[in-house]
């Protein structure tokens, strides 16, 4: 498998690209055999842009060719998750609502994309607006998980987190308001790196909640992130959260030893508050033992509860959703799916006094966690707390054992990575936390575990039981 194009790492294919060992067009050209053959099964794309690829991939050979290489998205197929604004093509959100809306600009990350010299294959697979669930009401059908059709993906990025671990595409984008990056990259066995808020634009981007909202990679290996994030990080006044900061090379921390490393593990969260699954705790605990071995030092860190987290983070995206969706949802709520329509109109019952409350906590659970942050350079923990569900299931989002919002709230960088694979065969996860604006040190580690531990040479074989 690892010789298959459709399974190279954007680090790999750019080398080879580079050069002058593998043409664009080649490497399009097999990414669009794939999704032509796994998409009407797995459902990861809504639209694929297949003569546009193409076009892409035939100018990028040429730059490449004359010496105009551009950097290692130079001629790397990449896919949007489908509340990427993307100019003359339909943006869908997922939504009946939003079936014929065509953007006349493209988001200002997928600008940054075309700059780098990506090709866009098409538009992925999303809950509906970002928060409506794996539903079966819409104009088009959730993703399905490559290592078991009969299991969700995780959501909100679900097509993104199908494409990356079916090899439809080399890298791909997701959004993250209360873990729907790190969600799906957990339940696809993939990484998925939210960066820190204020890091990437997210100007273009369908909003869920204005300060809540995260764009960020998704791809196969940590490195793979950072390549992808050296691209999207940038300051862009056109969003106002948009941060200011001078941009590291995040490529350039992979591949240190992490002998001088202080790592916390939030063990309360996945053994008491919230208890994870036998097979996920013990996946956790051979992964900070392993970076234990890779000279890290590794101790047990208190973090305020999860609980407060996770409550604050589901009123205020409910009242920001609530706050964009208003218009829409109380004049045309037949065009909305149920679980969409319901998990929207939750937030016009939240009252403006508890909304500011709630900002008011949320700074002050902010501080506390900067201020444990003093001791540690990054906390770790399972991303999810079980391995993927199957359709159907009533507690699909299964919020009782997620560790994600917490960092929605803080706005602070989280990578999810896989940390093994259940007796079922199925991904197992591992969060690490950073300190703002220190995504290079978070993705310095979960290059590192990836290196060491070998689960990235695992693919889905997808040669799996078809779903009912």
């Known amino acids: 498998m690892a010789n298959d194009l459709h399974f190279l790492t954007i680090a790999d294919a750019s080398a080879r690209i580079r050069a002058g060992a593998l043409s664009p067009v080649t490497l399009t050209e097999a990414y669009l055999a794939r999704i032509a053959a796994l998409n009407p099964t797995l459902h990861a794309f809504v639209l694929v842009l297949e003569q546009q690829a193409l076009a892409e991939a035939k100018r990028a050979e040429k730059e490449i060719a004359a010496g105009g290489w551009k950097g290692p998205l130079h001629g790397i197929p990449i896919g949007l998750k489908d509340i990427y604004n993307t100019a003359g093509i339909a943006t869908t959100g997922q939504s009946a609502l939003f079936r014929d809306h065509v953007p006349a600009e493209d988001a200002t990350t997928v600008r940054l994309l075309r700059e780098a010299g990506a090709v866009i294959l098409g538009k992925l697979t999303t809950y509906e607006f970002a928060i409506g669930g794996p539903s079966f009401d819409l104009p088009w059908p959730p993703a399905r998980n490559p290592w078991n059709l009969a299991r969700q993906t995780g959501g909100s990025s679900n097509g993104s987190g199908s494409a990356m671990a079916a090899g439809l595409a080399a890298g791909t984008m997701g959004t993250d308001t209360g873990g729907s990056i790190r969600y799906p990259a957990a339940w696809c066995g993939i990484a998925g790196h939210k960066p820190t808020y204020g890091l990437v634009s997210r100007k273009g981007v369908l909003p869920l909640a204005y300060s809540l909202d995260h764009a960020g990679p998704m791809c196969w290996t940590s490195e793979d992130c950072a390549l992808m994030l050296q691209v999207l990080a940038a300051h ?168 994600t919002m917490p960092f929605n709230v803080t706005g602070s960088p989280a990578l999810s990575v896989c940390s093994g694979f259940s007796a079922e065969g199925l991904p197992l996860s591992m969060q690490i936390v950073g300190r703002h604006f220190e995504d290079a040190t978070v993705l310095k580690v979960g290059d590192a575990f990836e290196r060491a531990s070998g689960l990235r040479d695992r693919r889905p074989s997808l040669d799996l039981p078809q779903a009912a």
Not at 323 to 329: K, M, Q
Request: proline share 5%; charged share 25%.
């Open 236 to 403: 862009d006044p056109a969003d106002p959260g948009s941060a200011n900061v001078t941009v590291p090379d995040f490529a350039a921390a992979l591949g240190r030893d992490l002998s001088s490393l202080r790592v916390g593990v939030a063990r309360s969260y996945f053994e008491t508050e919230a208890p994870a699954d036998a097979e996920t705790i013990a996946a956790l605990d051979k992964a900070a033992g392993l970076l234990g071995k890779l000279g890290a030092k590794v101790a047990d860190i208190a973090l305020a509860p999860r609980a407060a987290y996770t409550d604050l983070c589901l009123m205020i995206m409910e009242a920001e959703a609530f706050a964009i969706h208003e218009r829409h949802i109380t004049a045309t709520p037949e065009l909305y799916g149920a679980l969409a329509r319901r998990r929207i109109m939750a937030g016009s019952m939240v009252r403006a006094t508890d909304y500011i409350n709630a900002q008011r906590i949320r700074a002050k659970l902010t501080a506390d966690l900067v201020a444990k942050m003093h001791d540690v350079d990054v906390v770790v923990m399972p991303t999810w707390g079980v391995p993927a569900s199957e359709f159907g299931e009533e507690a699909s989002m299964r919020l009782d054992v997620a560790f």
